[in-house]
């Protein structure tokens, strides 16, 4: 068996599961949006999200033993819309195949070790400049979520905006939430969300907008994006570039999500070897396969995942309890939709702090080192896509090597990865 139960506290996993959960929740409302601009069923969509973030889930918990949430990257979800349905002009039906060549090269990938063979010539100064990125990312997305910042009409891309009736709601958030968490009460973010979600309601009520608070409700059209991969429409499309240009993006997304939480989770020895990254991987490359059948966007780890450890949760009991919340999800989405997207804002921003932690372990005196590391930190939030980040900070590494004459430094991996990168990025300009 995976789990000793002897040794696992089910209440702080169950807790933990909640915790990400509902800080992850808002997936099933976004992400059938985007896949609806692509042409598909909203509802189909809705169904195949929560069904494929459950499935891949299990598998990852049961696979790996980690309590970590597999589900449709956004990132992703808007590559497959408005990159290849919507600029390539491909359908999505054949987006969904070239989603499913990916899942099975990333299957193949990770069996053979090749994936692991990839992470282990990643720097450690990039390592480390990778999680401190994808905190800084949490950090941004708390602040939209919570309406702290908003689209800028001025020079800046974004401007405050503290006193807005959402944004004061997220400040309550997170004062009640950072003084249960300083205080180490159980479930300090779990009760978080809950009280900001009671202080949202009560607010609602007494404004005289009284929140729809029903308990069941099932989506229809489940069929409608299921089962639909048009193989031979991608055979007879541009195969190649269609799918390599998903297979990076894709690639790069978990590769630097999995070995942050890892890292962050103490499965990192002094050597810079990962353990149980490639159970991670075979669970993400298996959900992926699932995800396209199903009628999904590629799967990817969440960086919500990086709340179980604070929340309590230690092993792959909390995907399990994620994977059932989310089959809940199917009957009980009214209740699901009831929490704000406010009151899990707090949630991420407090968890990004914690994941700057890493910085220090950047090699700063050595510059080539420490500046691709640096711009991967901020490029990560500022491009609002992890890919992006380290493909442009690996770019850079390699670069000042070969300027400082000190390419011998530089793993054979990350040479490829940056040819990969490169044609990624290239691709777009012609």
Partial sequence: MIFEFGKVNIKDEFIAALTIFFASSYILFINPQILSNAGMDFDGAFFATAITAALGTLILGLLANKPYLIAPG????IFFTSTMVQTFGISWQISLAASLFVGILLLVLSLSKIRIWFVEAIPISLRYGILGGIGL??????????????SSEFATPVSGNI?????LIAIFGFIVT?????RKIKGAFLLGILLTTVL??????????????????????????ALKCDISGLLKSNFISIVLALFIVAFFDTLGTSTALLIKGGHADKKGHIR?????????????????VLGSSP??????????????????LTSIFISMLFVLSLIFLPFVKLVPIEATAPVLIIVGLLMLGGIKRIHLRDYSESIPAFFCLTAIPITFSISHGIGLAVIIYVLLKIFLGRTKEVHPGIWIAALLFLFDFLSFLF
Avoid at 138 to 144: I, N, P, Q, R, S
Avoid at 163 to 167: C, P, Q, R, Y
Avoid at 200 to 225: C, D, F, Q, R, Y
């Fill in 276 to 292: 149980d990254l490639d159970k991670v991987m075979l669970g993400d490359s298996i959900a992926t396969i699932f995800g396209a």
């Fill in 299 to 316: 799967q990817v780890v969440y960086a919500e995942s990086a709340l179980a450890h604070e929340a309590g949760g230690k092993t792959g």
């Fill in 200 to 225: 949202t309601i009560t607010l609602s009520w007494i404004g005289g907008h009284s929140p729809e608070l029903a308990i069941w409700g099932i989506p229809k059209n489940l069929e409608m994006v």
């Fill in 137 to 150: 990312l949490l950090v941004f997305l708390g602040f939209k979520n919570a309406h702290l910042i908003i």
């Fill in 163 to 167: 006193f807005g009736a959402g944004a």
């Fill in 178 to 182: 950072g003084f249960l968490f300083v």
């Fill in 74 to 77: 956004m990132v992703l979800s």
